[in-house]
C-alpha cells in the first residue's frame, strides 16, 4: 500500500520523470525481479557495507540532488555508520532516513531552521543523525539502544534546547494490524503498565515476545510498528545524557494528503494514536521526565516551506 501511494504521488512530479528517464532511479531489484512500486537510485552495484559502495552511494546521491556543500559528506558518514545500519536504505527512494538527511543536513548557523513548540520559536543550528540511546540490557546481558533519525540542538528564549526526531515517509500507510519483537525486562515493564491504555490495541506479554494487535477489524490498520519504536525511544530518552535545559521527542511525517488516499485517512489515524500514547506515558510515569514527548506531529511540509533546502530536494519531494 505505502509504495503505491508515494508512487502515484510522486509521478506527477517532472523532475521525478526525469530521473527515471535518465536512468538515475530505477525500479528497485527484489528477490531476482523488480518492483513496479518501489524506486532505488542506479548507484552501479548492489548495496554492501564496504568502503566502495558507501564512497558511490555518496556521490550518487549528491549528483542527482545537486548538493555542494561540504557539510554533506559529514552527515551521511553519521548517518550510514550508525547502529541503525542506514547503509543499506539510503539508496531507495521511499527511505525516511533518506529523506532526514536531505532535509536536516544543513542545519546550521548560518541556515537555522526555526520550530514551534509549546507555542515558543526554538532555532536549531546543529544536527546529528541515528543518535543513540541504552534502553536496558536484552536477555544475553547485552546493552540494546534505541537510535533516532535526527537530533537538533540550538536555543529557545535564551535556553539551550534538543529536540530528537523520529522520521517517517510512506511508513504510517502501511496496512498492518500488528506487531511483534523480543521481550524484554524493560519493555515487560513499560508495555504491562500501557496495557487498556491505547484504543483498538490489545498488548499480549509472551515468555519471549510482545505483541500489539488491532482489536477493531472494522476500520484499517494502523501503523503499531511506529508507536513501538516511539517508545523504544521514550525508554532511552530516560537514559540520555544530553545537558541542554530543554529537551524534547517528538515526530515529523510526510504528509500525503489531501490528495490521495481517500476516504482512509493514515495520517489522521496516526496522529490520533501518537496523541493516545502521550497521555499514556504521561498517566503512567510516576516520576518527571527531564525531557518532553511532543503531542503534535510535525510535518516536512510545514516545517520546511520556508526553510532554504537544495533546490532539487525541494522540488523531487514536493516540499
Known amino acids: 500500500m ?30 531476482n525481479k523488480v518492483s513496479e512500486n518501489s524506486f532505488c537510485f542506479e548507484v552501479g552495484m548492489k548495496p554492501s557495507k564496504t568502503e566502495e559502495y558507501k564512497e558511490r552511494l555518496l ?11 561540504s557539510s554533506f559528506d559529514e552527515k551521511f558518514n ?11 536504505e539510503l539508496n531507495v527512494f521511499h527511505s525516511s532516513s533518506l529523506l532526514t538527511l536531505l532535509c536536516f543536513y544543513n542545519v546550521s548557523k548560518d541556515n537555522p531552521l526555526s520550530v514551534e513548540i509549546e507555542g515558543k520559536t526554538c532555532k536549531f543550528t546543529t544536527s546529528e543523525f541515528e543518535v543513540s540511546n541504552i534502553i536496558g540490557k536484552n536477555i544475553r546481558g547485552r546493552n540494546y539502544s534505541s537510535h533516532i533519525d535526527v537530533k537538533l540542538t540550538g536555543t529557545c528564549e535564551g535556553k539551550s534546547v534538543s529536540l530528537y526526531l523520529e522520521s517517517k515517509f510512506s511508513e504510517y500507510v502501511n496496512q498492518r494490524g500488528n506487531t511483534s519483537f523480543s521481550y524484554t525486562d524493560d519493555y515487560n515493564s513499560i508495555y504491562s503498565k500501557l496495557q487498556g491504555k491505547i484504543e483498538d490495541l490489545d498488548i499480549n506479554i509472551g515468555s519471549d515476545k510482545i505483541t500489539l494487535v488491532q482489536t477493531n477489524n472494522k476500520r484499517p490498520a494502523r501503523y503499531w510498528q511506529g508507536i513501538k519504536q516511539m517508545i523504544s525511544h521514550y525508554q532511552g530518552m ?12 517528538g515526530e515529523i511525517l510526510y504528509d500525503f494528503r489531501p490528495d490521495i488516499y481517500k476516504p482512509n485517512d493514515f495520517f489522521g489515524d496516526y496522529e490520533d494514536i501518537h496523541k493516545q500514547l502521550v ?12 525531557f518532553k514527548v511532543g503531542k503534535n506531529i510535525l510535518t516536512y511540509q510545514g516545517l520546511f516551506i520556508n526553510y532554504s533546502l537544495d533546490e532539487r530536494v525541494r522540488e523531487l519531494y514536493d516540499l
Do not use: M
Not at 2 to 24: M, P, S, V, W
Not at 279 to 290: G, Y
Open 2 to 31: 505505502a509504495n503505491i501511494i508515494y508512487t502515484n504521488h510522486f509521478e506527477k512530479i517532472d523532475l521525478f520523470q526525469r530521473l527515471k528517464k535518465e536512468g538515475r532511479i530505477v525500479n528497485t531489484p527484489f528477490r
Open 59 to 69: 556521490q550518487t546521491i549528491k549528483d542527482v540532488f545537486g548538493i555542494t556543500n
Open 78 to 88: 553519521q548517518a550510514i555508520n550508525g547502529a541503525g545500519q542506514e547503509w543499506n
Open 238 to 249: 530516560k537514559n540520555c545524557k544530553d545537558e541542554s535545559k530543554l529537551i524534547y521527542l
Open 279 to 290: 497521555d499514556a506515558l504521561e498517566e503512567i510515569d510516576s516520576q518527571p521526565q527531564t
